[in-house]
């Protein structure tokens, strides 16, 4: 998944971040704001994990992310 797109549906995706790092709050969500970055610097702060598994836990978050995980355009059966 492009992160552009995770960015620009960030504020659908905090249930996501939270399901994924529980240790996460709204406010860090809040202030991160989809800025990759961001998340793994939070990531890092309340885990106490190197910048370096942070970066990795964000890519491999990403690439799980699909475009069910937006809710756009589902055919409801």
Known sequence: MNWDRIQGDWKQLTGRAKEQWGKLTDDDLSIV???RDQLAGKIQERYGVA??????QVAAWQRLATDDWFGKDKPRV
């Open 33 to 35: 704001a989809g800025r």
């Open 51 to 56: 910048k370096e598994d942070a970066e990795k």
